[in-house]
């Protein structure tokens, strides 16, 4: 019988003051996952379309505490301009499945982020790990704003 591995979840939420199609816009353009991905990760999309939509595959790398990491992930559920899946098909994680659903609201667009992951070492190496995400998620709401913001 196997061991049973434990699931993670993270969820997020903000507005942004644009309407639901530039949001969608913003998200459905792989230039955008760069730019709102921290510094320290030292991310960079190697391969990928211009626009996503469902199927696509985006290759790319990072570095954590100097350890290259390449991940491989597959767009999935595309439902313009309401929702689609990253699914990692290759990568760190023994599962990664990030949700992004956009709804608007009085005054822009509501941003939802439902990552739904596995970590090798389960809830100890998880306490690590969520701090990170935490960190790279609440880099990615300041900069979606500002970058939203501005366009």
């Known amino acids: 019988m196997g061991r049973h591995v434990s699931e993670f979840v993270l969820q ?41 939509t469902a199927g696509s595959l985006l290759h790319y790398r990072l570095r954590l505490f100097g350890v290259p990491i390449r991940w491989l992930t597959e767009i999935r559920n595309w439902d313009p301009p309401r929702s689609f899946v990253d699914r990692q098909l290759q990568g760190p994680y023994r599962l990664w499945e990030h949700t992004h659903t956009l709804t608007p609201v009085e005054g822009g667009t509501e941003i939802r982020d439902r990552v739904r992951y596995r970590v090798p070492g389960g809830r100890p190496v998880d306490l690590i790990v969520r701090r990170w995400l935490k960190r790279i998620f609440d880099y990615r709401a300041k900069r979606t704003s500002e970058l939203l913001s501005t366009s």
């Open 12 to 52: 997020r939420s903000q507005v942004v003051t644009v309407p639901i199609e530039e949001a969608w816009r913003f998200y459905a353009s792989p230039d955008n996952l760069q730019a709102i991905t921290p510094p320290w990760l030292f991310f960079r999309v190697e391969q990928a379309p211009d626009e996503l």
